[in-house]
């Protein structure tokens, strides 16, 4: 094959290494397309082309990682990575990994990592590289890499939740939990929500957001309850979609510009937390992106005046 062709071959994983270090689909484009340009100027042949290429993909994340968390702190509200609607690598042997490791629940996990951390638990974790391919990868001895897995499997592991839900629960709650959005029904809400149930947005301060997580069963299914209805009779749309491998949707104005998406994360049989993205510069890869603040101005002139 040309090196066009073994790179396209490889894209899909590489995006999908880069994606779960960085939280970011803009910023793992970018680093994709700095490996292809690393890849292309390259003299010489690699003995693997995939090693040679998820290795300058991961390093390349990394350095990308460290000057973005610099960022992250001076943060306005909930930092939540930017939601992707498909993974583009599939591999039927690391199904449930790969699946797993792109939650949003996930991403914020490894958030508590450092980038090394990161980076090690991920390729021996969820892609399965042998120990000599990940010390590659990050310029570190099998043995230290040993050493950083052992410190982020501990982290990993002391925020999972204990009880997870299977597809086909979570598929019928977010079914039930989108029904009653539209309708506006708060008993109904509430019904499908958890006791200690969190409602958390990401607008970056460039868009209306909440002023702090809302807690509780009852405070979500009335701030869910009698928002959404008004903006569904200014002509926004919900369109159920998994959002990171979750039950979620996206938001749409009356002109199909997207407005925010939505994410449930189900334990236990009720649905534990809602997570919003409705920041416009984590939307773009998604299409046009919707005037938030114009829509709620005019979501709340109509509220006025049917009240």
Known sequence: ???????????????????????????????????????????????????????????????????????????????????????????????????????MAALLLLERLSPLERAVFLLREVFAFGFDEVASAVGRSEAACRQLLVRARRHMEAGRPRFAADSQERRELATRFFDALKNGDVGGLQNLLAADVQLVGDGGGKAPQLAKAVVGAENVARVLGTAFPWLFRIDVTCEPHEVNGQPGAVFRDRDGRVLNTMVLEVLDGRIQTVRGVINPDKLGHLGPVADAWAIDREAKRVRRQMN
């Open 1 to 103: 094959m040309s090196k066009v062709e073994e790179f396209e071959e490889l894209r899909p994983l590489l995006f999908s290494i880069a994606y779960r270090i960085l939280g970011s689909v803009t910023e793992a484009e970018d680093a994709v397309q700095e490996t292809w340009l690393r890849f292309d100027g390259s003299t010489t042949r690699p003995t693997s082309t995939k090693a040679f290429l998820s290795a300058a993909v991961t390093r390349i994340s990394i350095d990308v990682l460290r000057s973005a968390r610099v960022r992250r702190e001076e943060y306005v509200g909930p930092w939540f990575p930017e939601p992707l609607l498909s993974d583009p690598y599939q591999d039927p042997a690391r199904s449930v990994e790969l699946a797993d490791s792109v939650s």
